[in-house]
Nanobody
């Protein structure tokens, strides 16, 4: 199992970034996918989840702190998830990670990638 996150960088408050995560080593389309983030000195926190594709497509859910600003999407053909981040705030600065969640047990896979650093400052 491998997750490779990319797309992070430095951006001014109010700016946008698009993160990508390429996953491998498991049946991507059969798992919910999630984004987490971890700021220095803080615990890793959940950001957003996108479900597997049902009859009406995938559904998403996100933390209140990012709701309305961040949008998660997935491309099963590319084993890739994205996180479009708009109206970024300094408190969004963190290392961002993706992971996969078992649809039956809800458990995350035990593997984590290296993450991608997002820094929001003026």
């Amino acid at each position: 199992v491998q997750f490779v996150e990319s797309g992070g960088g430095w951006v001014q408050p109010g700016g946008s970034l698009r993160l990508s995560c390429v996953a491998s080593g498991f049946t991507f389309s059969s798992y919910h996918m999630t984004w987490y983030r971890q700021a220095p000195g803080k615990e890793r926190e959940w950001v957003a989840t996108i479900s597997t594709a049902g009859s009406t497509g995938s559904s998403t859910n996100s933390a209140d702190s990012v709701k309305g600003r961040f949008t998660m999407s997935r491309d099963n053909a590319k084993n890739t998830v994205y996180l479009q981040m708009n109206s970024l705030k300094p408190e969004d600065s963190a290392v961002y990670y993706c992971n996969a969640r078992n649809v039956l047990t809800g458990a995350l896979l035990k593997y984590w990638g290296q993450g991608t650093q997002v820094t929001v400052s003026s």
